[in-house]
């Protein structure tokens, strides 16, 4: 059983930039597919950025397209989402999980993830 624990949230002002750990603990995940997720007061749950087992192979939501980045570290068992240029729109809580199955396609889909962190909290103001 994999838990996901995400961190380097925070309230930043516009235009700033933040760094979004996802670090996982009781298996190893350097053969899964991991995603980020978001979900502001009010909304549901959207896909934000995906990357394949070894980091080949990355996906991002249209909004956050050219200011966001997934990469991952294996070795520290960790994927990180760098955030730049930071919208008010991009307020919400963010999240990891990881993928059920392995494929070559890649899903933006949050039922086909599992192992959900308890999220950490971006805010960006004015």
């Known amino acids: 059983q994999v838990q996901l624990v995400e961190s380097g949230g925070g309230l930043v002002q516009v235009g700033g930039s933040l760094r979004l750990s996802c670090t996982a603990s009781g298996r190893d995940i350097s053969a899964d597919d991991v995603g980020w997720f978001r979900q502001a007061p009010g909304k549901e749950r959207e896909f934000v950025a995906f990357?394949?087992?070894?980091?080949?192979?990355?996906y991002y939501a249209y909004s956050v397209q050219g200011r966001f980045t997934i990469a991952r570290d294996n070795a520290k068992s960790t994927v990180y989402l760098q955030m730049n240029s930071l919208k008010p729109e991009d307020t919400a809580v963010y999240y990891c999980a990881v993928r059920r199955e392995s494929s070559l396609a890649i899903t933006t889909n949050s039922n086909d993830y599992h192992s959900w962190g308890q999220g950490t909290q971006v805010t960006v103001s004015f």
């Open positions: 990357t394949n087992w070894n980091g080949g192979m990355v």
